[in-house]
């Protein structure tokens, strides 16, 4: 089984994080890349990590949120 590591490595089991990257990724290629948008859209995986007792780590130092 794969390794994950960063912020979200606890979470991944619990909260798939594929549908949160595929709607990042849409997102951000519509706003041209917007910092805010890649922000918001961690900020809503983070929450839902948590809500489902998830350990989240520190992810705004490393994404410059």
């Known amino acids: 089984k794969k390794s994950f590591q960063g912020p979200f490595r606890a979470c991944h ?3 798939k994080p594929h549908d949160f ?3 990042c990724l ?5 706003s041209d890349g ?3 948008i890649l922000c918001q859209v961690l900020e809503t995986y983070a929450a839902t990590c948590r809500k489902r007792g998830a350990m ?3 992810w705004r ?3 410059g949120c």
């Open 61 to 63: 130092t490393p994404s």
């Open 13 to 15: 089991d619990i909260v």
């Open 21 to 23: 990257y595929r709607n």
């Open 34 to 36: 917007a910092r805010p």
């Open 56 to 58: 989240v780590h520190d």
């Open 26 to 30: 849409s997102d951000l290629c519509l």
